[in-house]
């Protein structure tokens, strides 16, 4: 079982800034890929941007150019730098964790973190 715990999000004026932090209860390197995804009010959860093991990010056409996903191995912890920050970006920021085993995929959740942002 994988616990992941989010945090860093918050109120922000358009334009504004934020990183959000991803911490995995497991070694990060034993993971295949980890994510962020959003859910806004009355719309499905949407991928926002994931990182392989291997650090080959990819991101949704929405946010290219303004957000950046990181991970550190070390900290067992994944970043999701977010800059130009528009009103349309205010959702809960979920922290995912993807691990292929018996050639099976298994997803593990956090329990979001709410970005608002303020026009």
């Known amino acids: 079982q994988v616990q992941l715990v989010e945090s860093g999000g918050g109120l922000v004026q358009a334009g504004g800034s934020l990183r959000l932090s991803c911490a995995a209860s497991?070694?990060?390197?034993?993971?295949?890929?980890m994510g962020w995804y959003r859910q806004a009010p009355g719309k499905q959860r949407e991928l926002v941007a994931t990182?392989?093991?291997?650090?080959?990010?990819n991101y949704a056409d929405s946010v290219k150019g303004r957000f950046t996903i990181s991970r550190d191995n070390a900290k067992n912890t994944v970043y999701l730098q977010i800059n130009s920050l528009k009103p349309e970006d205010t959702a809960v920021y979920y922290c995912?964790?993807?691990?292929?085993?018996?050639?099976?995929?298994?997803?593990?959740w956090g329990q979001g973190t709410q970005v608002t942002v303020s026009s």
């Open positions: 995912a964790a993807h691990k292929i085993r018996g050639g099976v995929m298994y997803d593990y």
């Open positions: 497991i070694n990060t390197n034993s993971l295949n890929a």
């Open positions: 990182i392989t093991n291997g650090g080959s990010a």
